[in-house]
């Protein structure tokens, strides 16, 4: 490693924004719960707006698939970072709340909606996916919100 390269990793290493585990919870939270609601209302604002009358039972239909994905498969992964954060002790890296898996994730995801927004697929599906998926995360950001109360009390 060259001297001006270990220079930089140092200052980066002195200078990160810092926060404790409570902070990185409640940022978690916080990321799941805004994302959540906003991936239902788009998709729910331009499900009800597609050309045509579209009936609000897709609607319920894909918020209940949500809430279903939520509990099967998005609580498993928000139990998995609760554990993640709480067992990094000390002051951590505040964008650190999350893995390099999880942040490549999360980019994929991002992706894979804008590329499911250009897809020929029909509106009702595009946006029943949006309403699940946001449906999904809000559901499942209760257990952050939980570890969030709980951390709060054990001072």
Not at 48 to 73: C, E, N, Q, T, Y
Request: proline content about 4%; charged content about 15%; hydrophobic content about 55%.
């Amino acid at each position: 490693m060259s001297y001006r390269y270990g220079r930089i990793l140092n200052w980066l290493e002195a200078h990160k924004p810092v926060a404790p585990v409570r902070a990185h919870v409640f940022l978690v939270a916080l990321m799941w719960t805004v994302v959540g609601l906003f991936l239902f209302v788009r998709g729910a604002v331009n499900m009800m707006s597609l050309p045509g009358s579209v009936s609000p039972w897709w609607l319920v239909v894909a918020a209940f698939i949500g809430v279903l994905k939520g509990r099967l498969i998005f609580d498993k992964t928000a139990k998995r970072v609760v554990s993640r954060t709480l067992g990094r002790e000390g002051d951590r890296c505040l964008g650190g709340f999350l893995s390099l898996k999880s942040w490549g994730m999360i980019l994929f995801m991002v992706f894979l909606g804008m590329s499911l927004r250009v897809s020929p697929l029909p509106g009702v599906l595009v946006w029943g996916v949006y309403v699940a998926v946001g449906a999904g995360l809000f559901f499942s950001s209760r257990l952050f919100w939980m570890e969030w109360i709980r951390q709060g009390h054990s001072y």
